[in-house]
């Protein structure tokens, strides 16, 4: 595209009419082909057919003895000899009047002699002798040629025969008597036949044109063996222009048919496609909309066309009218939506801020208590998360760590996120044993019957004086414990079941010893579930591995490398789950304990 121009194409009508020009002509051109092919053939056939026709007809006129007889005596030497005579002088007159002396075929020599002698006293006159003659024979041949090429309408027609390979002339009108007993040209489409025998019709060319040759054998009436030939030929120029005419006046009315089929095709593709496509492309052009400055589409831009087919074209405007109509109402709902999404975002930011002021994030968390140091974090996979931690002092000598994950995430695990950090931080306040507080939190969270909600939870108790811990699990993940100068490993507790899951599930607590320098960590199954681009997770042999290789074992030290080792794992894949990790290291009590007298 220069200048801002569109460039130039061809329009839907023009591509439609000139498929429908070119299938017009390709099948008519197809159709006048084949038309001609048959109808070439067919007159063929119907001239191949007369000249064998002709032939025939003409044998059965011939007298097998007269042909005979005519054909010894062009054989005689006198004959020849007279033929030479006439040639040399130019003159036919003299064979004539040869032939005119010798008898005929049909009379014999005494009867003959009688007529002669007759004529010489006048009884009978000298034409009257000519038809008793071999005069007559020949003529009367002639005549029956002439007759079939008059009543045939054939080219030639004239008799010849075979003798020793080598074909004479006996009659031909075109030719004349000088012509009688000349050696006719070979014929090579000829040379597989022998003797007189028939000859279908045959193409081939020769000094006399292209022509058409049927041969019929003439049979002795008395020997009924054949004797002769009639040969007819036919002109094949005449058959071809036949075939020509015919093409020509094919063509003609082909091609005022085409023109016509033409014009009413292109006018019936205007009509029927192009202009109702015109009318529905100009009208869907015409919808306005945000182009314009405007905020968002109405209904009175929705296209109203008068489309009359019931067919394609108006199931396509039906079509673009639904989907006008469509959009209309999807920006409608896209301006409540995104004033939705904006409320809903400031509610979410919110409700973060919620969550964030309900997890402790302040380090040193107890900054003047030198019994213990603890660290924790939590990253939440959406913008509220369904984790949380929390710990605090019950009294002066004991200190409370919970860690839970509530099943399900985003807004709704949130909310129940808050009411569960509420009840157990409530219910520990209250004092009890790990198991008892969980019980009755467990007891709380079944009295809601319409949520479909539970919490994984773990809950432990320390005496700072003694570093004995009171422990409780509900159905979360095993701590890992890091003895002072010794590896990490996973401390394989009691589990039992989750809290909202089930009333009056029974829960119970277990014991576990810290010495000074011991670490303790408490995780929730985003840890071990956070999985790679090839979908493995990242699983608790690799947690402690990477426990194990950090070297500070300050609980805010061990929770970063923990965390960066988890994101080299993970590798840009999308976090899935909520990832939250409380550490404690208890360094021993404060203030020893006199020693017992």
């Not at 007159?93 to 005929?104: F, P, S, T």
């Not at 040209?185 to 081939?204: M, S």
């Not at 020509?244 to 009315?253: G, P, V």
Request: one cysteine or more.
């Amino acid at each position: 595209m220069k200048n801002g121009k569109s460039p130039r194409r061809f329009s839907l009508g023009l591509k439609l009419n000139l498929l429908v020009v070119c299938m017009i002509l390709l099948v008519t051109g197809g159709l006048v082909t084949i038309t001609y092919q048959v109808q070439a053939r067919r007159i063929s056939e119907e001239y191949y057919k007369k000249a064998e026709e002709a032939a025939a007809t003409g044998a059965s006129l011939v007298s097998g003895d007269v042909f005979q007889f005519f054909r010894e005596l062009t054989v005689s030497d006198e004959y020849k000899k007279v033929r030479q005579q006439a040639i040399d002088a130019q003159a036919e007159k003299i064979l004539e009047n040869w032939l005119a002396r010798q008898v005929g075929a049909l009379l014999d020599q005494e009867y003959f002699a009688q007529l002669e002698k007759d004529r010489e006293e006048g009884t009978i006159t000298e034409e009257e002798l000519r038809y008793a003659s071999a005069w007559y024979d020949y003529y009367h041949l002639v005549g029956i040629l002439e007759f079939i090429q008059e009543s045939e309408e054939v080219t030639y027609a004239y008799l010849q025969y075979v003798e020793n390979g080598v074909t004479y002339n006996i009659a031909d009108p075109e030719m004349g008597l000088l012509d009688v007993g000349t050696v006719e040209e070979p014929i090579p489409e000829f040379a597989q036949y022998k003797g007189n025998e028939r000859i279908p019709a045959t193409i081939y060319k020769s000094r006399f044109g292209w022509l058409c040759t049927a041969c019929e054998p003439i049979y002795s009436d008395i020997t009924g063996e054949a004797v002769g030939q009639l040969c007819i030929d036919i002109d094949m120029n005449v058959v071809m222009r036949e075939r020509r005419a015919f093409l020509l006046n094919s063509l003609f009315l082909v091609l005022m048919l085409t023109i016509i089929s033409i014009l009413i095709s292109i006018f019936l593709i205007r009509w029927i496609a192009v202009r109702p496509l015109q009318k529905l492309a100009k009208a869907t052009c015409g919808f306005q909309g945000f182009d314009e400055g405007r905020k968002r589409y109405e209904m009175k831009d929705v296209i109203d066309v008068d489309i009359r087919s019931n067919d394609e074209i108006n199931d396509l405007y039906q079509e673009i009218r639904g989907m006008q109509t469509r959009m209309v109402k999807f920006t409608d709902d896209l301006a409540h939506y995104t004033a939705e999404k904006a409320r809903l975002n400031t509610e979410l930011g919110l409700a973060s801020e919620i969550q964030a002021a309900m997890l402790k994030e302040t380090f040193p968390a107890f900054p003047d208590r030198s019994e213990f140091d603890l660290f924790a974090l939590m990253d939440p996979a959406r913008q509220v998360g369904g984790d949380f931690y929390d710990f605090f002092l019950i009294d002066e000598n004991h200190l409370g760590l919970i860690i839970a994950d509530v099943s399900g995430k985003g807004v709704p695990a949130a909310l129940y996120m808050m009411s569960s950090v509420i009840l157990l931080r409530n219910q520990a306040r209250s004092g009890g044993t790990p198991a008892e507080i969980f019980a009755e939190v467990n007891k709380q969270l079944c009295d809601e019957e319409d949520v479909k909600m539970f919490v994984t939870a773990w809950m432990g108790i320390l005496d700072l004086q003694t570093g004995n811990m009171a422990c409780a699990n509900a159905g979360h993940e095993f701590p890992v414990i890091g003895p002072a100068g010794e590896d990490y490993t996973l401390l394989k507790d009691k589990h039992n079941f989750v809290l909202g899951g089930m009333e009056n599930a029974q829960y119970s607590n277990y014991q576990i010893r810290l010495n000074p320098g011991d670490v303790l960590l408490v995780y929730t199954d985003g840890v071990p579930e956070a999985s790679n681009p090839d979908k493995a997770f990242y699983g608790t042999d690799r947690l402690i591995q990477a426990l194990n290789a950090v070297q500070d074992r300050t609980p805010e030290t061990i929770l970063k490398e923990l965390r960066a080792d988890v994101d080299r794992f993970v590798d840009g894949a999308e976090q899935f789950d909520d990832i939250t990790m409380l550490c404690l290291k208890y360094n021993g009590p404060a203030d020893p304990q006199p020693a017992e007298i």
